[in-house]
């Protein structure tokens, strides 16, 4: 994602206007000559129920969750944010808190690309109650009084998976790191599709929706995106997805995303692990498949075993090592294509590939 040299005031970008402020002190006002005793209702906390909830914490119009206790609205929205990347329908920012001096990231959701504030706050809670070493936690969420909504994560400052296979110096070409970042993206899913009371599925898995930290530990970010947009903007990230090169063959409507699905795109991200190359390749020679998995099919028939894997994984092995890691990978790439396979019931489930990882890393 290309930054951006100017820093703006989030709070111009949400739309905090001193209209809206007036409202919120009249509403106060109104609300301390009522003599009520318990907290009012915001907009927000209307979708709750104004009910208590174990591990969310309701503070007007932000609702804080797990790691966000010490958060407040006007931290938030004064914080200077820079824009780090855009979309259809929202805006990426790496904004500073005064109170903590911390980087943190703010996705501000636009208010005509989401579901109203009701069908919103359900998702918005489960999401907020996922937690897992390998998936970016909802810290807080924000909404305001015109339909605007602010997603606040923690920020992680080694970019993405996508940018760390194409422009590092090496490290994402060896075995090693491979394996640790295939094993935590894998956990983080299985984590998904299995969490109580109700499995989510991530929707849009792709290479630059892994987080990277400086000892290159995966978090998977963006899940459950597609649940609070309209059909619309759903449909609209699915056709990015399609022309990414992670869309499988057989989804057409967003709505009809599946766990396969995910297990599909996690798929290409493993290739694109191994062998280091674009999902697309946007300059194929005559005759060449530019998706990765149907070229990864076609050097197989011609027995182009070097197009497989990026030929630094075995720089500086010694043979015996040599051998050992020649075998891991063609285990890993057997497992990466059935995941890629075209017919979805034939592609593993994610515990078997959580399992497959695992053991392909610890032999």
């Known amino acids: 994602m290309k930054k951006m040299e100017h820093k703006y005031k989030l709070i111009l970008i949400i739309g905090l206007t001193s209209l809206s ?7 106060a006002v109104f609300c301390l000559l009522k003599r009520k005793a318990k907290s009012v209702c915001t907009n927000t906390e209307a979708a709750f ?17 797990q790691g966000g206790e010490d958060l407040s609205v006007q931290a938030i929205l004064e914080a200077p944010g820079e824009v780090i990347g855009k979309s259809s329908y929202g805006t990426l920012y790496m904004a500073c808190l005064a109170n903590s001096n911390s980087l943190t990231l703010l996705r501000f959701l636009r208010p005509t690309c989401t579901l109203r504030i009701k069908e919103v706050m359900p998702i ?29 994560h923690p920020f992680y400052g080694n970019g993405n998976l996508a940018q760390f296979i194409r422009d590092s110096n090496g490290e994402a070409h060896q075995w090693p790191t491979i394996c640790k970042i295939a ?3 894998a956990r983080g899913i299985y984590h998904l599709h299995t969490f109580p009371p109700k499995p989510v599925i991530h929707g849009n898995l792709k290479s630059k929706n892994i987080l990277l930290d400086q000892h290159h530990n995966p978090y998977v970010s963006d899940f459950g995106l597609h649940l609070l947009v309209n059909p619309t903007v759903g449909q609209q990230m699915l056709e990015l997805s399609a022309s990414e090169g992670y869309k499988p063959p057989e989804l057409i409507k967003m709505k009809d995303v599946c766990e396969e699905s995910d297990i599909y795109g996690l798929g290409v991200i493993l290739l694109e692990l191994l062998t280091g190359k674009e999902p697309i390749d946007e300059n194929p020679t005559p005759g060449q498949d530019y998706y990765l998995p149907s070229a990864m099919r076609s050097a197989i028939l011609d027995d182009r075993i070097v197009d497989l894997y990026h030929p630094d994984i075995l720089v500086g092995l010694r043979d015996d090592r040599r051998v050992a890691v020649e075998d891991r990978i063609l285990r890993y790439f057997q497992l990466a294509m059935a995941c890629c396979s075209p017919s979805r019931p034939l592609r593993p489930d994610m515990k078997q590939i959580v399992n497959k990882i695992e053991e392909i890393g610890m032999l």
């Open 49 to 65: 129920g104004c009910k208590e909830k174990q591990g969310l914490v309701i503070t007007g119009d932000l609702i804080k969750f």
């Open 21 to 27: 402020v007036a409202a919120m002190i009249f509403l």
């Open 124 to 152: 918005v809670e489960l999401l907020g109650s996922i937690r897992h070493p390998n998936l970016v936690p909802l810290n807080a969420f924000y909404a305001g009084l015109r339909g605007e909504k602010l997603m606040v």
């Open 183 to 185: 094993i935590g993206i």
